[in-house]
């Protein structure tokens, strides 16, 4: 998977591709991660690369000329008719399914903008796709972009190694993951659960699904909504219930 970030701060990418299961995936040749800074190609002496607003009020913009003269170097640097995506609080929200989206694709370029954003008409020239990762402003698209590149390299195989498939079991089934314990047994008096310690892997199965199943229906109903039930997630989900006083 190809990652072409435009972003003034480049060290801040390094978040990603100096620690963790990212960083192993950029040393495996995994991923590659290509930073790109608008700064390296300013025309004007004094190296600016924020610009006023026409019509007035607070803020700067990224300046055009060395934002699209960074996009053209990115384009030729990355795989042919790579989409382009900007981090704006304007976008689609970020979710599997996106994420998914963008894994198949191969390749992305990610304009982390700062400032408050970017001219329009290169959005709308150069911008394939504007994302958000949520209804927030941030001082920059970089902390954006960085949760694009760890979500979406956590789908390129090798990345997690075993713990892949435990990974798809809960959310790209659209549910909240299962409550996890590990040791020791008991913390102020808290047990953990006793079917986690039978041994009956069909009853741990069914527990944890049921644990999905209700916690999704507590905190995120919104997710259940569009769910078809099996006759046992059916069954699980209202003894849940039952169970919780709902
Ligand atoms: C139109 N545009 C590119 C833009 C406009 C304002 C701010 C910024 C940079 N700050 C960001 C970016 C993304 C998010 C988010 N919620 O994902 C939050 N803040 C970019």
Known sequence: MYFGVITLFPEMIDAVTKFGVTRRACENGLIKVDCINPRDYT?????????KPYGGGPGMLMQ???LR????????????????????????QLNHSLVTDIHSWGSVILIAG?????????????????????DYVLSGGELPAMC????????VPGVLGN??????????????HFPQYTRPEEIDGMRVPEVLMS?????????????CLGRTYERRPDLLKNRVLTKLERKLLDEYLQEHDF
């Open 64 to 66: 055009v000329q060395p």
């Open 69 to 92: 003269d960074a996009l053209r170097v990115a384009r030729s640097q990355a795989p042919k008719d790579t989409k382009v995506v900007c981090m704006s609080p304007q976008g689609v």
């Open 199 to 211: 041994g009956n892997h069909e009853k741990i199965r069914n527990w944890r699904l049921q644990q």
């Open 114 to 134: 700062r400032y408050e954003g970017i001219d329009e008409r290169v959005l709308q020239k150069e911008v394939d796709l504007e994302v958000s990762v949520g």
């Open 148 to 155: 694009i590149i760890d979500a979406v390299s956590r789908m």
């Open 163 to 176: 713990i892949q498939n435990a990974q798809e079991d809960s959310f790209a089934q659209g549910l909240l």
């Open 43 to 51: 025309e004007d002496k004094f190296g600016n690369v924020d610009d």
